[in-house]
């Protein structure tokens, strides 16, 4: 397994911005999709964003597209979120995870970080 954790969450105004970062250890991290995603209160934990091992393909979930961009950096064994233009349904523990071989837009990833906490105020 893969252990992960999460920094970079935080209090921002709706239209400001965030990076969250994801550091990986444990694996090589270029044989691993890094995916992103986040839980809001009482709801359940949904998909947001996901890059392949080789950096070369990305997946957003609806909601996010054209606000929200997934990046890594294999040299640092980190993956981050970009957030631009947030809104206040943006507000949700988001939680990294990493596979070999995920369902990319479903809960079968097979690590997961502990979660860090973005609070968007209107």
């Known amino acids: 397994q893969v252990q992960l954790v999460e920094s970079g969450g935080g209090l921002v105004q709706a239209g400001g911005s965030l990076r969250l970062s994801c550091a990986a250890s444990?694996?090589?991290?270029?044989?691993?999709?890094m995916g992103w995603f986040r839980q809001a209160p009482g709801k359940e934990r949904k998909f947001v964003a996901a890059?392949?091992?080789?950096?070369?393909?990305?997946s957003y979930a609806d909601s996010v597209k054209g606000r929200f961009t997934i990046s890594g950096d294999n040299a640092k064994n980190t993956v981050y979120l970009q957030m631009n233009s947030l809104k206040p349904e943006d507000k949700a523990v988001y939680y990294c995870?990493?596979?070999?071989?995920?369902?990319?837009?479903?809960?079968?990833?097979?690590?997961w970080g502990q979660g860090t906490q973005v609070t968007v105020s209107s």
């Open positions: 995870a990493a596979d070999p071989s995920p369902g990319i837009a479903t809960m079968n990833w097979g690590s």
């Open positions: 444990g694996r090589t991290f270029r044989n691993y999709a």
């Open positions: 890059i392949s091992g080789s950096g070369g393909s990305t």
